[in-house]
């Protein structure tokens, strides 16, 4: 009775990372559900000698430990550890990845992918008609068509969905009209994130595009992952002329950086982060190696602020962080932590991953979001942050789970 209960448990836990995986996109609330179900579930599965056993020799699950643990840490040196623990308690769903590793079916892992890639477009759809003027929806109109989240978080979810179209549309030994489709999704995606004005997004579909498709391509030839590679630049070229919003963000964004650097103007977009980044360096200087601690970082941001550079205050004060991870981990737990956050980054790339889409999916998701960091520190915002640690949980899954009696019993079905 004992083994049927965990193998009903297990079975519905893997259907809800379906469902998460579907509402990331969707909605925020049923996210949210979803994942303290999952957690929930896990933790009632039981067999957790077996579990830990497997977890000591996962790799990514012991770099997010780390990076989780020296920001714990952190508190004991925080001018306010309350707010810092407060601020950890989004980490909680880095768990998703161990969670993954230990309890996922190994055939659930496309129904997950798929699930995001549903999500992703239907909440297209509804992008595309109200960048058409058909409808408002919320904050949501032509000029920013961002649906169900801020625009910010919304192009990083839009080109993660494009990168795993990419990725898909690139595997060898697809029929012709499988890759067609494949193609029309990727074509779908990529155009709701040029009309949408989060660059933080583009610039991470741009660049992880220009890395992964040679990289995917070179299994196959040399010359196919030239030809890949020039391709992508042709149509990357061609979107810049065509599509009048992603060409107009970009002018804009050298624009604003030029004026920051070279006229000391700040009262922009982009000259508001440089802002935060000059007070963000002083920071770092005066304690390189362990930070400040997570909690008490914007508080001496402003004092700072305040007392060196006060002709900043007018457009940097506002700031509720650094919009951009690196500075914002070097900041809150110094180089230390820096450290910590590159070496989880490496293992989501470098894996080791159970099979060559796993591999895949781990080098597009660890480049999209080293670019993404530039832009904005996804790692502590709900949504982006969810679904990192799905995509990476997929693939630094093993290809076979520990032997608890749940995968025991799971194995007798297949």
Known sequence: MREETRQRLNGLLNQLVVVLAFSIPVYRKWASIAAALIMVLWLAEGGFSDKLAALRRHRLTLAILAFIGFAALSLAWSADPLAGLRYLGKYRYLLIVPILATSLEADFRR???????????????????????LFRLRDAFPGNPAPTMSHLDYSMVLAVAGLIALARCLEGGLPAGHQLAWAALVAFVVGGLLINIGRSGQVAFVGAALVVTPLYLLERSRRAA??????????????????APFRGRVVDGVQELEAAALAGRYDSNQGKRIAGAIVALDMVRERPVLGTGVGGTMERFRELLAERHPELQAVAS????????YL???VE??????????????????????????????????VSYLLGFL??????????????????????????RPATPTSAAGSDRH
């Open 333 to 366: 737990t110094g180089l230390i932590g820096l450290a910590t956050l590159l070496a989880m980054m490496a293992v989501v790339a470098l894996g080791p991953h159970a099979s060559p889409h796993g591999r895949r999916l781990g080098v597009l998701l660890a």
């Open 318 to 325: 506002w700031l509720p962080h650094f919009h951009n991870q």
């Open 375 to 400: 832009g904005d520190p996804f790692l502590r915002k709900q949504l982006p942050l969810v679904l990192f640690a799905t995509i990476a949980g997929l693939a630094a899954s093993p290809a076979a």
């Open 111 to 133: 129904r997950v992918e798929n699930a995001f890639l549903v999500g992703t477009s239907l909440s297209l759809v509804v992008s595309y008609a109200v960048f058409a003027g």
């Open 328 to 330: 914002q981990t070097v």
């Open 226 to 243: 030239a030809a890949g590679l020039v391709a992508v630049v042709v149509l990357l070229a061609g979107a810049y002329v065509a599509v």
